[in-house]
């Protein structure tokens, strides 16, 4: 049989909803679930930053790729002896209009067209744009200046529209023959 003293002993042992012993477990518990969860977002950055560290690419690599050369051409190249195998070529003068980069009026565009070809090429290449491909080139490099925005033909290096004509030259020709293209004497004038 139970006692007095029994039963005031079991409820001295189970704890109420207000006393401290349960509000000293909930801290607790807090806690340690704030530190499985600042742990596994330290663990998902870790990750993250490994992942970084091994896909992208070396910080010399980088800048190469930043100062816009082709890391194949010839443009970016230090070494004096591929520099002395290019020789320019001037397809020769432009002068064509673009309505489409400014609605409501038209942009005259003059130029001229210059391309830089290894000296190997140099002589092939200058028959081939003067004779055999010579209305052809001419239509490629109106077809690009024609089609191009207003912001490409603004822009001070002009890098946009020339990759597009050195593509459409080699495309017309069916070789590579040409390593960059050079705008000279740009001028635009709207009307």
């Given amino acids: 049989m139970a006692t007095e003293t029994d039963t005031e002993n079991n409820d001295t042992d189970i704890p109420e909803e207000g006393s401290e012993e349960t509000s000293q477990k909930k801290p607790g518990l807090l806690a340690n679930k704030k530190v499985k969860v ?110 191009a925005s207003l912001e490409d033909l603004n822009a001070a290096s002009q890098s946009t529209i020339s990759r597009l004509v050195r593509e459409e030259i080699n495309k017309v020709l069916g070789k590579s023959y040409v390593i960059k293209v050079v705008l000279g004497e740009p001028k635009t004038m709207a009307q």
């Fill in 38 to 147: 600042i742990g596994l977002v330290l663990i998902v950055m870790f990750a993250e930053a490994l992942g970084m560290y091994f896909l992208l690419p070396t910080p010399s690599v980088a800048s190469d790729d930043t100062k816009g050369g082709l890391t194949s051409g010839v443009e970016d190249s230090t070494n004096p002896e591929e520099q002395m195998n290019i020789e320019e070529v001037e397809i020769g003068k432009f002068n064509t209009t673009n309505s489409i980069a400014s609605p409501g009026s038209t942009i005259h565009v003059s130029f001229t067209l210059v391309a830089i070809v290894s000296k190997e090429n140099a002589v092939t290449f200058t028959a081939d744009v003067k004779e055999k491909y010579n209305w052809r080139v001419k239509q490629a490099v109106s077809k690009v200046i024609r089609s």
